[in-house]
């Protein structure tokens, strides 16, 4: 998935733009584009923040005045294809300059949060939100497709087991969607479908959690730093770290490591919001 934040332009001169990969783009303020199929009839459109359009592939358009901000992001072929069961070849999308879907809003401001942060989430996160973006798509955009079958069980035991031991193998790697799907044979999206039956969670959701697990345990050791348990456990840094397990245990890691040597020196049980864990958003 490529990520580009356009900003606006004072070039009125019509120039012609042409993307071969399947792309589109959400506005992020209000504002205006010029464009048309030739370059002697262009049409202002007018938009608000997290309107929508989807470039027409291969044609392209002819663009004038571009005066709004916003994200223009290209979806790869094979989530479009993993979306879209029985298709092969490329996924036709119809072109719109103008449109609304709340839900693939949603997905690309997940995207635009993780961009401002400098994407320390990893692949996974990426290849997640890339999936559902493609499933957005294809259900709502496509010319011809077969669509998304629903599959009512879910990963057998086996698959379930291989997945478990390479995560716990690999959780300090930045490891990806698609490298999940292989271990156990099967395309991204029918995996991520089949693995959300099986545990209730997406497939970052639960690597996030098992490597939060992970740094709590850590975390118990008497010279335990902070720095090398987030590294340890995948996060790219020590402050994407904290801010992760802050949101789901409720204390900083450094907090949750004063109230162990805290809880030892008196004899207490350890006690703290951390029991429960919030699963966090996709």
């Known amino acids: 998935m490529k990520v580009e934040l356009v900003q606006p332009e004072s070039v009125t001169e019509p120039r012609h733009w042409v993307r071969h990969d399947q792309a589109f783009a959400m506005m992020l303020r209000p504002g205006s584009i010029e464009w048309g199929s030739n370059r002697s009839s262009l049409e202002t459109f007018k938009y608000r923040a997290g309107d929508l359009a989807l470039c027409d592939r291969h044609v392209g358009e002819w663009v004038g005045l571009m005066n709004v901000r916003h994200l223009q992001i290209g979806i790869s072929d094979a989530a479009l294809l993993a979306s879209s069961d029985g298709a092969y070849g490329e996924v036709e999308l119809r072109a719109s300059r103008k449109f609304a879907d709340r839900r693939l809003s949603a997905i690309v401001a997940a995207v635009e949060a993780e961009m401002v942060a400098g994407f320390p989430s ?10 559902a973006m493609a499933v957005a798509l294809v259900n709502g955009h496509a010319v011809r497709h077969r669509p998304v079958q629903i599959y009512r069980g879910g ?8 997945i478990k031991e390479l995560v716990h193998a690999k959780i300090e790697d930045d490891f990806s969607l698609d490298d999940m799907a292989q271990s156990v044979g099967l395309s991204t999206a029918h995996f991520a479908r089949l693995f959300r039956k099986s545990m209730g969670e997406t497939p970052h959701q639960f690597v996030l959690r098992q490597r939060l697990e992970r740094a709590k345990a850590m975390l118990r050791a008497p010279d335990a730093r902070v720095l090398d348990v987030a590294l340890a456990c995948g996060f790219k840094t020590q402050q994407h770290f904290a801010q992760v397990f802050r949101g789901v ?13 805290g809880s030892e020196a008196t004899g207490a049980p350890e006690a703290h919001s951390g029991d429960r864990y919030a699963t966090p958003g996709d």
Do not use: I, K, N
């Open 122 to 131: 990893g692949r996974l996160f990426m290849d997640s939100v890339e999936q």
């Open 155 to 162: 990963l057998g035991s086996a698959r379930l087991r291989r």
């Open 249 to 261: 245990w409720g204390v900083s890691p450094t907090e949750y490591r004063q109230a162990l040597v």
